[in-house]
Nanobody
Framework: QVQLVESGGGLVQPGGSLRLSCAAS????????MGWYRQAPGTERELVAR???????NYAHSVKGRFTISSNNAMKTWYLQMNSLKPEDTAVYYC???????????????WGQGTQVTVSS
């Protein structure tokens, strides 16, 4: 089994910065894509940023130029650097990964537990 553990998040003023981290652990696996989603109250979960093992990166239009996704795949950890935060960025942020587990030859999506990001003065 694979687990994703998030860290970071919290309360920040508009214009401030935060960094989220997500670490994957478990038995014999390969990460195909890694990313971040968010869900605000009363809305559907939406993609924030995604990074593939082939080097393709996608960002939501609303965060382009402000958020940066990066990874240290050797450590199976990825990050979301969030700058110039706005109140509308307030949401629960979830890390996500599409992972191939070698021991059972299975490809599945995994999710972190979620972390609250609140942007408010």
């Amino acid at each position: 089994q694979v687990q994703l553990v998030e860290s970071g998040g919290g309360l920040v003023q508009p214009g401030g910065s935060l960094r989220l981290s997500c670490a994957a652990s478990g038995r014999s696996f390969t990460i195909n894509t890694m990313g971040w989603y968010r869900q605000a109250p009363g809305t559907e979960r939406e993609l924030v940023a995604r990074f593939t093992s082939s080097g393709i990166t996608n960002y939501a239009h609303s965060v382009k130029g402000r958020f940066t996704i990066s990874s240290n795949n050797a450590m199976k950890t990825w990050y979301l650097q969030m700058n110039s935060l706005k109140p509308e960025d307030t949401a629960v942020y979830y890390c996500n990964a599409n992972i191939y587990t070698h021991y059972d030859l299975n490809l599945s999506d995994y999710w972190g537990q979620g972390t609250q990001v609140t942007v408010s003065s």
